[in-house]
């Protein structure tokens, strides 16, 4: 079963890094973009940013541009979203979805199953 | 950037019954190069991830029963559906990715059963 696996939640104090995973299939790394969506709680969807790791063209939302970073290491077929310095209001659910392409046919077709962070001191 | 408003935000429904939700652009989601219309819409379950049900407006995605149907242009769009099941519960999510990768969504639709 095609599946992309995120690892698990975290709880981490304001200042401090974290790096978490988003792991999937050699064909869906080879092949998609990688995108990164927050759900703080009891609220919506808000993308953060893309990446396609054959080349790690990385894009992001303006809203999370020097706060995050993406990256994607193709060898092990796994994207990453980092933060350096938390605070309490990155207290969300995270989740990674893949998407084929820009082409109207190719949505999010296959989510992660999200990773919370807590963020609290 | 481009704003969805999705109305209602809370529709109760009583199980084989229809339902339907708006979701509205603050501009044109139609692509005039490829004549395509960006606009998808989610389903979130209690506890679960976003699935996708309809892309482009009105095709759905793979499994998605045919009692989902989309309809609309340009920036008014409806999820439909014909007789509502109890699996039917969560969160309605409409999404606009007119200009990749940038996508936007809407704040969401919670069906109650």
């Known amino acids: 079963e095609v599946q992309l696996v995120q690892s698990g939640a975290e709880v981490k104090k304001p200042g401090e890094s974290l790096k978490i995973s988003c792991q999937g299939s050699e064909d869906t790394f080879s092949k998609y973009w990688i995108d990164w969506v927050r759900q703080m709680p009891g609220n919506g969807l808000e993308w953060m940013g893309i990446?396609?790791?054959?080349?790690?063209?990385?894009r992001y939302s303006p809203a999370f541009q020097g706060h995050v970073t993406i990256s994607a290491d193709k060898s092990i077929s796994t994207a990453y979203l980092q933060w350096s310095s938390l605070a309490a209001s990155d207290t969300a659910i995270y989740y990674c979805?893949?998407?084929?392409?820009?082409?109207?046919?190719?949505?999010?077709?296959?989510w992660g199953q999200g990773t919370l962070v807590t963020v609290s001191s | 950037d481009i704003v969805l408003t999705q109305t209602p935000l809370s529709l109760p429904v009583t199980p084989g019954e229809p339902a339907s939700i708006s979701c509205r652009s603050s501009q044109s989601l139609l692509d005039s190069d490829d004549e395509n219309t960006y606009l998808d819409w989610y389903l979130q379950k209690p506890g679960q991830s976003p699935q996708l049900l309809l892309y482009?407006?009105?095709y759905r995605a793979s499994g998605v029963p045919g009692r989902f149907s989309g309809s609309g242009s340009d920036t008014d769009f409806t999820l439909r559906i014909s007789r509502v099941e109890a699996e039917d519960a969560g969160v309605y999510y409409c999404m606009q990715r007119l200009e990749f990768p940038s996508c936007s969504f809407g704040q969401g639709t919670k069906l109650e059963i």
């Open positions: 990446i396609f790791p054959t080349d790690s063209d990385t």
């Open positions: 482009a407006v009105s």
């Open positions: 979805a893949r998407r084929l392409s820009a082409e109207a046919e190719d949505s999010f077709d296959l």
